[in-house]
């Protein structure tokens, strides 16, 4: 089975410090891993994603996550917040095209202070 | 990138009356899509995963005949919201992954449509 832990429902930074969203997850197999983004009232855009290649993932925007399997973790980083980067940020596990099993966390929400 | 897209964005309706909610994928054909419901600062549920030219997969729990999905053609799907009631006003979202090699396990998802029941 799969499941999605995302540590943080809030998390609130000053524009230009480093971002950390932290996710952890349970697979029973490899998965894949995917981190989206929500601004209000939109659809979920992807930021990046994770399928068994390289474990650093770089993604849109300047975030990247790290798959780290000893931890079970695929943390999202940025070096330095922007204020469009505030917006709900959800951690999603799968297994590769096995879409209508995607489980998605519960979402953290990043304030970007100025 | 893939394109999916969702209108309306917004609705208001009476209650009793029926919403219906369209999701295409613009740029690529789609086999399957899939309805999310999301409720306020929460995280989004599958409701069902629509399959062109069959019926619809429910999740547990949803009522089918409540939320009626059609998978018409490679492009198009829509959930229909019938004699909706305010507990019905929420955040649909679809999302569609390209059929075939084209896939690259990745979900689309559109613009969400928000359905407000009076």
């Known amino acids: 089975a799969q499941s999605v832990t995302q540590l943080d429902s809030h998390v609130s930074v000053s524009e230009g410090t480093p971002v950390l969203l932290r996710c952890n997850y349970s697979?029973?197999?490899?998965?894949?891993l995917f981190w989206y983004v929500q601004h209000p009232n939109k659809g979920l855009q992807l930021l990046l994603k994770?399928?068994?290649?390289?474990?650093l993932v770089k993604g849109i925007n300047g975030f990247e996550a790290e798959f780290k399997k000893s931890e079970t973790s695929f943390h999202l980083t940025k070096p330095s917040a922007h204020m469009s980067d505030a917006a709900e940020y959800f951690c999603v596990v799968s297994l590769l095209y096995n879409f209508n099993k995607f489980y998605f966390g519960s979402g953290t929400k990043l304030n970007v202070k100025p | 990138g893939a394109v999916v897209s969702q209108h309306p964005s917004w609705v208001i309706c009476k209650s009793g009356t029926s919403v219906k909610i369209e999701c295409r994928s613009l740029?690529?054909?789609?086999?399957?899509m899939f309805w999310y419901r999301q409720f306020p600062k929460q995280s989004l549920m599958l409701m069902a995963t629509s399959n062109e030219g069959s019926k619809a997969t429910y999740e547990q729990g949803v009522e089918k005949d409540k939320f009626l999905i059609n998978h018409a053609s490679l492009t198009l799907s829509t959930l229909t919201v019938t004699s909706a009631h305010p507990e019905d006003s929420s955040f649909y979202i679809c999302?569609?992954?390209?059929?075939?090699?084209?896939?690259?396990?990745?979900?689309?998802f559109g613009e969400g449509s928000r359905l407000t029941v009076l």
């Open positions: 994770y399928t068994s290649a390289a474990t």
């Open positions: 697979s029973s197999y490899s998965p894949s």
């Open positions: 740029d690529f054909q789609a086999t399957t």
């Open positions: 999302s569609a992954t390209p059929s075939g090699s084209s896939n690259t396990g990745e979900l689309f």
